[in-house]
């Protein structure tokens, strides 16, 4: 389509009207927490039980502060291989004795009436034992992305959570983030028309050692742990998922370091209809954005992109509305209705595992030095 054929862009008075009025508003308003008394009185009015599996950074810095503001579900217990841990958050939250379990031990949360939710924030090589342990101990589950090191394994752990009957979500917190809500608002309902190319990256330089760095247990490396996010913002912006892709890893500036993953890689999208994305990821770049534009000219840019707070997007008719909201808190509430309403995740398993096909893929072009694959269903 020609510039003069595209689609009229509104006005910003008219698209800020429908901005606020509009879908995003109205969604993140439907999940914020809504008194418990709302349920009639369902689980006898308590709050649903979250047993954070793993104990490391994410847990401490993020996910237990977030369960103090939680009006759904809030801290029941711990699964963590520190005894001396285990103390340390009994004291800090309150828990109650018998609340700290060890990892051989999860199966024993299957007799704790108190843990209705296991979320499992450990490194990516142990998601899929430790969900489906959580699994057959009939629980529901939340897992950190990346899901799982390959989608063979996210097949498995959807089947377990199938078979044992419990809800499977992923950690994707930025789909409860307004900024992010308008993104796949606007590709739903193009004000801009369509959004056709988009370009986004993350990256940050690191020198850390730890599993980060370790094929087994980080699965890869920066792609697996934080390009993943443009490759979800990608797919909020396409409003859907990825057919082809090619890739190019880039040559290795600190081999020492990276002996085991990779340290830089590019990709490049194709979804149907002919939009684009072209993503980068490394831990020895630093940038955290994505931008998406449209036929007629239109275009929103989110920078930084996938922060915890701080998360800032502008259109070409001027910024967005700044909102610094809780992502995991209102992660994590929107799961414990999902149980309570008996409604489906808008961030399942499922999509877990199709960020798992398309990370395959991408691995699996620039081993064959950057071919055009296709990304299988
Ligand atoms: P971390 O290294 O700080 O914590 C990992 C925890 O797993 C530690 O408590 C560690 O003791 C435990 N663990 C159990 N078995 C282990 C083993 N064999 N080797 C290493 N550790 C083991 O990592 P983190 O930053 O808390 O990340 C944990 C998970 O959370 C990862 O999947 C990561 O991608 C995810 N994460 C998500 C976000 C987000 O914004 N959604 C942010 C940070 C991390």
């Not at 430790?130 to 990346?146: D, F, L, S």
């Not at 008719?317 to 992660?331: K, R």
Request: hydrophobic share 35%.
């Amino acid at each position: 389509m020609s510039p003069s054929s595209a689609p009229a862009l509104p006005s910003r008075r008219r698209f800020l009207s429908r901005l606020a009025l509009g879908a995003s508003a109205a969604t993140v308003a439907s999940m914020l927490p809504r008194p418990l008394g709302a349920f009639g009185g369902l689980h006898g009015g308590r709050k649903l039980g979250v047993a954070l599996v793993g104990l490391g950074s994410y847990s401490t810095g993020q996910l237990g502060p977030a369960l103090r503001e939680t009006m759904h579900c809030g801290l029941a217990a711990v699964v963590t291989g520190s005894p001396e841990k285990g103390r340390q958050w009994t004291k800090d939250y309150g828990l109650r004795e018998g609340a700290v379990y060890g990892y051989d031990d999860m199966h024993r949360l299957a007799d704790d009436p108190e843990v209705d939710i296991v979320y499992v924030v450990t490194p990516p090589g142990l998601h899929a034992e430790h969900t489906i342990r959580a699994a057959k101990a009939g629980k529901h589950v939340i897992c950190e992305k990346p899901m799982a090191n390959t989608a063979a394994e996210c097949d498995a752990m959807i089947a377990a959570c199938r078979e044992a009957g419990v809800k499977l979500s992923i950690g994707y917190r930025l789909h409860f983030h307004p900024t992010h809500r308008e993104l796949m608002r606007l590709s739903r309902e193009r004000d801009f028309g369509r959004l056709t190319k988009l370009e986004g990256g993350f990256g940050f330089r690191t020198g850390n050692r730890g599993w980060r760095l370790n094929k087994a247990l980080g699965g890869g490396g920066p792609l697996m742990d934080v390009g993943i996010y443009v490759i979800q913002a990608a797919c909020m912006a396409a409003g859907t998922e990825p057919v082809a892709l090619t890739a190019r890893e880039l040559p290795k500036t600190r081999p020492e370091l990276f002996s085991e993953v990779e340290e830089t890689i590019e990709f490049d999208l194709e979804f149907p209809d002919g939009v684009r994305c072209s993503g980068r990821t490394s831990y020895n770049e630093n940038y955290n954005r994505f931008r998406a534009e449209s036929q007629g000219g239109g275009w929103i840019e989110i920078e930084p992109a996938y922060s915890y707070r701080g998360v800032r997007g502008r259109t070409h008719l001027g910024p967005l509305p700044a909102s610094d909201v809780n992502q995991q808190a209102l992660q994590m509430d929107a799961f414990a209705r999902n149980i309570l309403d008996g409604t489906e995740s808008i961030v399942p398993g499922e999509m877990g595992q199709r960020d798992m096909r398309i990370i395959d893929t991408i691995y699996e072009s620039a081993r064959r030095g950057g071919v055009r694959l296709e990304v299988p269903a």
